[in-house]
């Protein structure tokens, strides 16, 4: 008889069922369809925040965009995140569950709609009513984990759909508030909102999964940087319809690609669930993907900055054009490498290859026209540097344990 062991069954969805914590130690823990496609509506907003992002570099108005951008980039990825860690720790996957996770991305349909008019107008009501959406079905589900437990368990769900509840309260200040305020309001709502999960797992932890979180920030990355590749290949057709200057945009969609490319391995080199052991480690590196996952949606943004200003259709020069692609992908490799990679580096010469890599990419900002494509190929040998270095380590680790055996073996 075959050792592997059986594979669950699939599941398939009860009316109602009772709402119980999944364990850590669950085998097979994987992202579901449903969880899949409630991604791939988030993008949507991701991709409205990035374009708006374009028009305001592009018209030379860095502030106000980067501004915006960082405001409802968290609005977004937050209410991402406090799906992505409920549903690893309580899936049902029943009817009402399947419901009430529509109802969260319609909300975030609405969001995304409400973006354009967040950052022409500072008009945030389609933003609030949207995040009121997702948020009043995010509560419900706390609600109804909190039902079905008991003791601290119950504890935990009930601070969370407290905390979710005023938090969204709070942000009624968008609404209300003079422009000058808005982002102290936002930074203040920011602090307020990762507090939460602290505040609320503090005693009991809920039953997150490491492999299932690990795959769901992996998949999102993923997404995030296929978008990327689709905002930039968008720009090069209407730049090559309009402009038919396929030499002047080559290097930067070369550069872009190579980029991208080197985006997805730097991330996916190391098996990082190994790590996500306690909650402070966890929640540390889930925070830290605001900053990967908004520079990776950056990375597109300033392709398309960068294309504009080459065939004459941005108000900038080229330094800042270039300044747009270079600092978002900086920011990507020295964020990875500090909540991510640094943890499987051994060594100061491993250690800082990203560092340094984000320092030359930054570097080529200064070097025109030809910035894209000279950050690319930055990013392309150190992509070389790191699986030639791991490649040796490994080979190292190998003839040491080789040698130990021979030792053991001789005495």
């Known amino acids: 008889m075959s050792d592997t062991p059986p594979r669950p ?42 374009r708006q992002l374009v028009h305001a570099l592009a018209e030379g108005h860095p502030g106000h965009g980067i501004q915006g951008y960082a405001m409802v980039f968290f609005a977004v990825w937050w209410a991402w995140m406090n799906f992505t860690w409920f549903s690893s720790a309580y899936d049902t996957d029943d009817v009402l569950y399947r419901v009430v996770t529509l109802v969260q991305i319609a909300g975030v349909l609405v969001l995304a709609a409400g973006i354009p008019r967040a950052f022409d107008a500072g008009d945030y009501r389609a933003v609030w009513f949207g995040y009121l959406v997702m948020r009043l079905a995010m509560v419900s589900q ?93 720009a090069v057709q209407s730049a090559v319809d309009e402009h038919r200057g396929l030499g002047t945009l080559l290097p930067i969609a070369a550069g872009g690609l190579l980029i991208i490319f080197a985006a997805y391995w730097i991330y996916f080199a190391v098996p990082i669930h190994l790590r996500l052991i306690s909650n402070q480690q966890a929640f540390l590196w889930g925070y830290g993907h605001y900053l990967v996952f908004g520079s990776a949606a950056a990375i597109g943004a300033g392709i398309e900055v960068a294309i504009e200003e080459a065939t004459g259709k941005a108000h900038i020069a080229t330094f800042p054009a270039s300044a747009c692609v270079t600092v978002a992908a900086a920011l ?28 030359l990419v930054l570097a080529c900002t200064f070097a025109g026209r030809l910035a894209v494509l000279a950050a690319g190929c930055v990013a392309a040998v ?3 540097v790191g699986v030639t270095l791991t490649a040796r380590r490994n080979a190292a680790d190998r003839r040491e344990t080789a040698s130990g055996r021979e030792t053991a073996s001789g005495s």
């Open 382 to 384: 150190t992509v070389v």
């Open 142 to 234: 706390w609600l109804r984990a909190a039902f079905s437990a008991r003791g601290a368990e119950r504890r935990t769900a009930l601070r969370y759909a407290l905390g979710v509840f005023l938090c969204q309260v709070g942000w009624l200040g968008l609404l209300f508030l003079p422009a000058h305020a808005k982002a102290w309001l936002f930074l203040g709502m920011a602090v307020c909102e990762m507090a939460v999960p602290v505040w609320a797992e503090h005693g009991q932890p809920t039953g997150w999964h490491p492999h299932h979180i690990a795959e769901r920030y992996g998949l999102f990355t993923i997404i995030v940087l296929g978008e990327t590749v689709s905002a930039a290949t968008v």
């Open 332 to 359: 990507f490799m020295l964020t990875v490498w500090l909540i991510h990679s640094r943890h499987q580096k051994r060594g100061p010469v491993q250690q800082s290859v990203l560092p340094v890599s984000a320092a």
């Open 9 to 50: 069954l699939p599941r398939h969805p009860g009316v109602l069922r009772r709402m119980t914590t999944r364990g850590r130690e669950e085998e097979h823990r994987t992202a579901t369809p449903l969880e899949l496609f409630f991604d791939l509506c988030f993008v949507v907003a991701v991709a409205q925040a990035g």
